[in-house]
């Protein structure tokens, strides 16, 4: 037997003592995400389904988790193998009850909330106390919290006996940052074991992190293992929905949005190890995870073939949709939302063969991809996950990965700004009014759908003449070098009807910092944003670091708004000699345009 481990403190759960009054029993978990309809109105229940939890180790001592049926006549044992990765050793498979131990608590309290059969004491209006997939089965993988090697070695070992015991899901709870100081190669070999796990088929799920000592946890504090960007990371919730005080936010250390999903973590009631047949009280992100990885269960039995991948994007895209400070989604606190899994089971039901959805190209030009900014997303982020458009833009979705011409139906959600006909190979979905708006959109082939798209169009409106892009002829220009500088024009609509100017400026917009000035014939241009037009100056590069802007000078100017009317881009000039860091082109505003009256300027 192990020994209690001191350190088991930094652990991703608060053990709450005498708070009996504030327990929630198992029961109320499915409430709240859905589940019980799962169970009563789709019969599913985890039947087929193998959860590994790498922990402190399970008791399957505990009558919520000898067997499956709650018969001790029968031998269908809950734990199919135990492998204590201290000792590098297969203890059993299956293992009878009393041979899978616990070294602490924590994981059999995890084992529970993922799939216990609720045998033992009920709750005080007497409902037994279930686990999400109470028909899944379980293999002991006791990982914590001697050696960060263990925790290593159990991935691995869950890895290369996935096909032996028929594993779908994994579950890691334990704050590896807090047990363990990491090197830079300890996080490289444990995000390599993270993705071999993936890669081999398995789900993986685990937790933003708990941060005490604070009013609130602070942003940027996700753990090792919840930055993994293929992780489905679970961030907890209390029992009224909202945000957990010690749920740890995203963005990553890379800037990406996490968590993936939230789940409740509060206050929740699951077995407790040595007890025989009582529970106890826990909260922290460990429990929600032990929610999501049990739902993730739920998806596999409905349908079996699907990919750890496409199980996180159900989990996001079917989710209840919460934020906090800023109207986005995801988002750094709640992610995608509160884990539904009636519409995450129904989803992965009806998932088509052809599983991939996006949107394709705009009607009226390129659609740009923006990254969301820090004051949206309360965080540092480089999460490109919206696109740019222009008012009156229609968007086109398509199928990935096939050359297949699918006629079908689109189902989009708030879709009160979008309209356009049922066929996304034909038509497009127009927006008809400057904003951020979001969308879920999949499409319906036969009785089956592909996998949800959630993308969010900021739309923006161009004044009727404007200049799109700027481009440079040297990716690496050196001082003395001749310069290109290309500018696309377009027209939106036809009521330039005299010559107009363009003018090149560097650095700033003044009559002693001009490039160099081209006349247009108004009267030969072509309108329309499908129709664009070019002009060019050359200009002898000068060392350092500059800004090149455009302005349209039209002497029959048209009405303009002066609002985000500014187009400029960066060029960085290295000597002769060569400067670090210098010898490339940034582009640094990509919207807009200058389109001024002559004399304003």
């Not at 193998?50 to 499956?68: E, P, Q, R």
């Not at 685990?206 to 604070?214: A, H, K, L």
């Not at 699907?306 to 159900?314: F, Q, S």
């Not at 696109?387 to 990965?401: A, K, P």
């Amino acid at each position: 037997m192990h020994p209690l481990r001191v350190s088991l403190f930094a652990l991703l759960f608060l053990a709450v003592l005498g708070l009996s009054q504030e327990a929630e029993a198992l029961n109320q978990v499915p409430q709240l995400h859905n589940i019980d309809k799962v169970w009563q109105e789709q019969g599913i229940y985890g039947e087929g389904v193998t959860i590994a939890i790498l922990d402190t180790g399970i008791d399957n001592d505990h009558v919520s988790l000898d067997d499956m049926d709650d018969n001790q006549f029968t031998n269908d044992w809950k734990v199919v193998a135990y492998y204590d990765a201290v000792q590098d050793t297969l203890v059993c498979s299956p293992c009878f009850p009393g041979e899978s131990i616990d070294s602490g608590s924590h994981g059999t309290h995890v084992a529970g909330i993922v799939a216990g059969t609720g045998a033992g004491d009920t709750a005080s209006d007497g409902t037994p106390h279930i686990g999400v997939a109470p028909n899944a089965k379980l293999v002991n993988v006791l990982v914590c919290c001697d050696d960060f090697e263990d925790i290593l070695r159990g991935m691995e070992w869950v890895t290369s006996n996935k096909d032996e015991f028929d594993i779908n899901v994994a579950l890691i709870a334990v704050s590896i940052e807090d047990q363990f100081v990491l090197s830079d190669s300890n996080i490289s070999a444990f995000q390599n074991a993270s993705r071999s796990l993936i890669e081999s088929g398995i789900v993986l799920v685990g937790p933003t992190g708990n941060e005490f000592g604070g009013i609130t946890a602070p942003y940027s504090s996700v753990g090792v293992l919840g930055s993994i960007n293929e992780v489905v990371t679970v961030g907890a919730l209390d029992k009224y929905k909202n945000l957990a005080p010690y749920s740890a936010m995203g963005p990553t250390d890379y800037g990406i949005i996490k968590p993936n999903v939230v789940a409740v973590g509060g206050h929740i009631s699951a077995p407790d190890a040595g007890s025989g047949d009582g529970y106890t009280t826990k909260s922290g992100t460990s429990m929600s995870v032990a929610v999501v990885a049990g739902i993730s269960a739920l998806i596999i039995e409905a349908n079996p073939d699907v990919t750890p991948n496409e199980i996180r994007i159900i989990l996001e895209t079917t989710s209840e949709y919460r934020w906090s400070n800023n109207q986005v989604r995801p988002n750094n606190e709640y992610g995608w939302g509160i884990v539904d899994a009636y519409n995450a089971v129904n989803s992965a039901g009806l998932l088509s063969e052809f599983k991939h959805i996006a949107p394709s190209h705009s009607t009226q030009g390129s659609m740009y991809i923006v990254n969301y900014t820090k004051l949206e997303t309360e965080g540092w982020n480089l999460t490109p996950m919206r696109y740019q458009v222009v008012v009156g833009t229609g968007i086109y979705f398509d199928m990935l990965n096939t050359d297949e011409q699918i006629v079908c139906n689109l189902e989009i959600d708030f879709s009160k700004v979008v309209e356009g006909s049922d066929y996304c190979e034909e038509n497009a979905y127009f927006f008809f009014e400057p904003g951020n708006f979001s969308l879920i959109v999949r499409m319906q082939i036969g009785d089956s759908y592909t996998l949800p798209f959630y993308f969010q169009v900021e739309v923006i409106e161009l004044p009727d003449l404007y200049i799109s892009t700027i481009d440079f002829s040297h990716g690496n220009p050196s001082e003395g070098d001749v310069v290109t500088i290309n500018a696309t024009i377009k027209l939106l609509k036809m009521n330039v009807t005299d010559n107009f100017e363009v003018t090149f400026y560097l650095d700033e917009i003044s009559n002693t910092t001009v490039i160099g000035t081209v006349g247009i014939n108004g009267t030969s241009l072509e309108w329309g944003i499908e129709n664009q037009h070019f002009v060019s100056v050359n200009w002898k590069a000068i060392n350092g670091n500059h800004t090149i802007y455009v302005v349209v000078d039209s002497t029959d100017i048209i009405y303009e708004s002066e609002e985000n009317n500014s187009f400029s881009k960066v060029i960085l000039v290295g000597s002769d000699e060569g400067i670090p860091g210098f010898g490339f082109a940034v582009a640094i505003m990509s919207v807009g345009l200058i389109a001024r009256a002559r004399g304003e300027i």
